[in-house]
């Protein structure tokens, strides 16, 4: 089978895990600041907070913003679930925003739209969470504008988009944003096995995601609230976890990044080869705004159902059976019955519920070779023709 996503560890990824593990430190020792500096560097923000998980990322996200009981957090459909669930860990509730018929984003229209009605029932949402799906970034500089007019905090879920670029800046330096996360599982176009990381330019959000990471505990004697008792003293401030992320999967991290640009390329070339390979079938292509220069973590199409004799069922189980590893991102996060049980209705989200029908990612990952390409390719009009 032909994988949708993978890995790409080289040797030099490998002996920098093993340096580690015959070093002093496991957890907690010099690799996880170094990471952390990487990770500025590459976004141009100021601090970031690694964690053991983007999950955990996305929750101490929404608890350094406030987000608790009786609290609205707005987010996409057509995500993960973990970009939900961050809300409900923290007691608050969720609502979605219909997404873009073409980029398959939250929707800057519906939004607005939402948000007019939200402020006549007095349901403004505290933090929206728009999700840069399959690396393609957000409208981000529409939802900044409505966040300053609705007054409501925004978190990109940028898991997909480590490398992206928004107006030909680095997703992640926050420019239109109070927090960004990011997500390091091996799907996604760099590892550290699992883990994940927020950026923010905000010195007090980094100070309590820092805080939230580990327990809520401090050594730094400016923020206690008396005079330490001697070295060995710490103080905990808040109910926070054990969220951290360890010297391991850091140093995994920091050489994976230096190939972050050479796996985005590859991503590039790849999706590039696929956009003129398949112009001909009856599906509809990613389309890419002027805006955004996409990180490529997933190639998503949506089948022209009207033109095909085929469901999309049975298209998907004749790839899969053919070898291609295709997979279906997601099914709306509000048809989970979870979900179902706060009881959403599918008649809002008419986009969401049409892309659902006609999507499919087929494989896009660094090592996918040119004749593994050219078998998904050849693989896709037999299957649609
Ligand atoms: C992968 C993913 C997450 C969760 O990431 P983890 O690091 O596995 O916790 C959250 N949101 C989106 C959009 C994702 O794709």
Known sequence: MI??????????????????????????????????????????????IAVNSATSALHIACLALGVGKGDIVWTSPITFVASANC???????VDFVDIDADTYNLSPVALEEKLKQAKLQNKLPKVLIPVHLAGQPCEMHKIHLLSQEYGFKVIEDA?????????????????????????????????????????????????????????????????????????????QLELGFNYRISDLHAALGISQLTRLQEFVEKRSVLAEKYNKALTHLPIILPK??????????????????????????????????????????????YQQPFYQNMGFDKKYFPEAE?????????????????????????CLEQILI
């Open 3 to 48: 994988p949708y996503g993978k890995q790409d560890i080289n040797q030099q990824d490998i002996d920098a895990v093993v340096d580690v593990l015959t070093s002093d430190f496991l957890t907690q020792g010099p690799k996880v600041p170094l990471f952390e500096k990487t990770i500025t560097d590459i976004t141009d923000s100021k601090y970031a």
């Open 87 to 93: 809300a409900l860990y923290c007691g608050a509730s």
């Open 159 to 235: 898991s997909h988009a480590i490398g992206a670029k928004y107006k030909k800046q680095p997703v992640g330096n926050c420019q239109y944003s109070d927090i960004t996360v990011f997500s390091f599982h091996p799907v996604k176009i760099v590892t550290t096995a699992e883990g994940g990381v927020a950026t923010t330019n905000n010195k007090l959000l980094a100070e309590k995601m820092q805080l939230l990471r580990s327990h809520g505990i401090t050594r730094d004697e400016s923020q206690m609230t008396e005079p330490s008792h001697g070295e060995w003293y710490y103080q």
């Open 288 to 333: 890419q705004l002027k805006s955004a220069a996409s990180s490529w973590h997933l190639y998503i199409i949506r089948l022209k159902l009207t033109a095909l004799s085929k469901s999309q069922q049975q298209i998907y189980s004749e790839l899969r059976n053919a070898g291609i590893g295709v997979n279906l991102h997601y099914i709306p996060v």
């Open 354 to 378: 049409s892309y659902y029908q006609s999507a499919i990612s087929i494989p896009l990952h660094p090592q996918l070779s040119a004749a593994e390409q050219q078998q998904v390719i050849n």
